[in-house]
């Protein structure tokens, strides 16, 4: 089974863990008394972060795990503060005495350690990495990260779906569209609402837009990264231009605000010829790219992730097609019938990410023109009622899991897990046998939220 | 490579292409003779990020792409703060990234400056103030300029970097 999330509810009395997978839902009760639980990192490596988090969040002990270092709170965060429990309602601590954290080191003679971030060289959002270091060989690298930890969860418990809206929409910028997605999904089923054919259709075609502006920027700087300049140069104006798209269709250039229940006119005819552009400019740039030998030079077999190792990571997105795992939350027959074709790589390098987006980009513009549709129904919501929802998007990244439990009109819980969550677990993986220089091409051939991951 | 070649010239110079309006051509133009006058014709940005939701950076890099292209002005986004005039920040300064900002600062050479980007270091964006949150950014950093928007656009933050470079 492939797990999706883990993760705990307060209760009366207890905590209830969550385990999410493809096939089923296992809650287990933990008395609030003496929390503990088994881990699930020796079989699922996923598991861990997972695990930390749920300690940090609620203080719940993991049993026979085989790393208990904290994972969201970080050198001078207060010492046995466990802020999602209920009781704690603090909106501001003291920074405690600064406790080192413990990296994962590979010791060893001429072994030595690289320490980058969290700041980084560039317009990057902040984590940290730590790499052992035989010379120029990468031996393993840790993720750390965290840094942007707004609290998002806590933030939204007590408010409305409605209220909750702005804030969703704002958790990855780059995926907002697919974030709005799944609390649209989660506000239909609260309000035992349904959302008519033509609805459904735009907001589909403005999540295929959204991909197409992350891909494109990707594309751009993928190549950017080994030396490449000019193909950023290309991507980056037909990113600017999709964003345009983006910004002329939703009035914002990220989509923020876009996914609603109200009336939608839209103009399908400049749509429908900025498409065919797009469709021209991507087939010169794919024959221009693929003809040029030095760059293929560093992505072919450089970062791998082997397909067996994807699976036992339970990755998701388009870090897990590039290695051959056909997993997409699009597979379905609404997405079929407009043109959804699973595509997936096989050699789990930089050039297989590179592959897998172009070829996403290609049949998301087929999609967008399944899904054109001239005007979208306002939708009349029914009174919300309270429950435990779940609601899934393919985001330009990969699967975004969201789970919502609203009690008495309001969020008594909120719970996020951004692809990148899983996908960042496994980025050590593709180091090994890589020089220390290919870092930055293997990181940007994932292109993973740091935001989106640190909530 | 000739196939390349042939697209480039039928492409030719974006940044100039007509559908920039005139407005903001004025603007880069005096944006460019701002930095000339100041900054001795480069102004060098230290962009930090202390808790965004990352498309406030995405605009920043949009700056460099064929439409804005930032550069041609004399503005460069620099690796390291000791090399930059401007710490440009983005974000909630988070607990967790409140001391790397505060260090990433105090290695910016005088004189320096701090100019917010984007909604959320004013607390402006819809978030809201939780125990992992610092901001507002004025609480903690000497803000001499903000660039209001969620997120501001390029043309945005160009027009702010000139009304900042107005000021001082
Ligand atoms: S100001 Fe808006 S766009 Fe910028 S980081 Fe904050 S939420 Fe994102």
Redesign the interface.
């Known amino acids: 089974m492939r797990l999706i999330a883990r993760y705990a509810v307060e209760l009366e009395e207890a905590y209830e863990v969550v385990t999410v997978w493809d096939e089923q839902t296992d809650r287990v009760r933990v008395p609030k008394s003496d929390p503990h639980i088994e881990t699930l990192s020796r079989t699922h490596p996923a598991a861990i972060w997972f695990e930390r988090k749920m300690h940090d969040d609620f203080g719940i002990i993991i049993d026979n795990a085989f790393d208990n270092r904290p994972l969201v709170h970080?050198e001078?965060?207060p010492r046995g503060l466990h802020?999602m429990q209920k009781h704690?309602t603090?909106?501001?601590?003291e920074?405690a005495e600064y406790l080192p954290y413990k990296y994962e080191a590979i010791g060893g003679d001429g072994v030595f350690e690289v320490a980058v971030g969290?700041?980084h060289?560039?317009?990057?959002?902040?984590g940290h990495f730590q790499f052992s270091q035989a010379g120029e060989d990468m031996l393993h690298q840790e993720v750390r990260h965290?840094?942007?930890?707004?609290?998002?969860e806590?933030?939204l418990e007590g408010k409305t779906l409605q209220e909750a809206k702005?804030?969703i929409e704002?958790?990855?910028?780059?995926e907002?569209v697919a974030y709005q997605t799944a609390w649209r999904d989660i506000v239909l089923q609260a309000a035992k609402s349904e959302l008519p054919e033509a609805n459904r259709k735009y907001h589909a075609l403005l999540l295929e837009l959204e991909r197409i502006i992350h891909h494109l920027?990707d594309l751009g700087f993928i190549p950017n990264d080994a030396g490449f300049g000019?193909a950023l140069?290309f991507c980056?104006?037909l990113?600017?231009e999709a964003?345009r798209q983006m910004q002329c269709l939703t009035g914002h250039?990220?989509g923020?605000g876009a996914i609603s229940f109200d009336e939608v006119q839209i103009d399908t005819e400049a749509l429908r010829v900025y498409l065919d552009d797009l469709e021209k400019e991507m087939m010169?740039f794919e024959?221009?790219i693929t003809d040029i030998p030095s760059l293929w030079d560093r992505f072919d077999t450089t970062g791998i992730l082997a397909h067996h190792k994807a699976l036992k990571y339970d990755t998701v997105g388009v870090v897990a097609r590039a290695s051959g795992v056909a997993q997409d939350r699009r597979d379905n027959d609404f997405y079929r019938t407009h043109g959804f074709v699973l595509h997936t790589e096989k050699s789990g390098d930089v050039a297989a990410r590179f592959k897998q987006r172009l070829a996403e980009v290609k049949n998301a513009i087929v999609m967008m023109r399944a899904l054109l549709t001239e005007t979208t129904e306002s939708v009349v919501l029914n009174e919300v009622h309270g429950g435990d929802y779940t609601a899934y998007a393919e985001s330009s990244l990969g699967e975004l899991f969201m789970n919502i439990i609203v009690k008495d009109g309001i969020i008594e819980r909120f719970f996020v897990r951004d692809p990148s969550f899983m996908n960042w677990q496994a980025l050590h993986l593709m180091m090994p046998g890589n020089i220390i220089a290919d870092f930055p091409l293997i990181n940007k051939s994932c292109d993973l939220?740091?935001?989106g991951n640190?909530l | 490579m000739i196939?390349?070649w042939n697209?480039r010239l039928k492409t030719g110079i974006?940044t100039e292409a007509p559908d920039i309006d005139e407005e903001l051509a004025a603007l880069r133009k005096s944006l460019k003779d701002e930095v000339k006058k100041k900054f001795a014709g480069s102004l060098a940005i230290r962009?930090?990020?202390?808790?965004?939701?990352?498309?406030?950076?995405?605009?920043?890099?949009?700056l460099?792409?064929?439409?804005y292209d930032l550069e041609r002005l004399g503005i460069y986004?620099v690796?390291?703060p000791r090399h930059a005039d401007v710490m440009l920040l983005s974000?909630?300064m988070?607990?967790?990234?409140t001391?790397?900002v505060l260090d990433?600062y105090a290695q910016i050479p005088e004189p320096k400056w701090v100019v917010t980007l984007g909604d959320c270091p004013a607390m402006q964006?819809?978030?809201?103030?939780?125990?992992?949150?610092n901001a507002p950014a004025t609480e903690h950093l000497p803000v001499a300029h903000h660039i209001p928007g969620?997120?501001p656009?390029p043309d945005a933050i160009i027009r702010g970097l000139l009304a900042f470079l107005k000021k001082i």
């Open positions: 970080q001078r965060f802020p704690f603090q909106t501001a601590i920074p969290p700041i060289a560039g317009i990057i959002e902040p965290f840094y942007k930890y707004r609290a998002v806590k933030m702005a804030i704002r958790i990855s910028g780059n907002s920027t000019a140069a980056s104006k990113s600017e964003r250039r990220f923020f010169f024959e221009w939220s740091y935001a640190d | 196939r390349f697209k974006l962009m930090v990020d202390s808790g965004s939701c990352n498309a406030c950076e995405a605009e920043c890099n949009a460099s792409n064929p439409y986004f690796a390291s974000g909630l988070t607990f967790n990234m001391p790397h990433a964006a819809p978030f809201e103030k939780t125990f992992a949150v969620c997120p656009a």
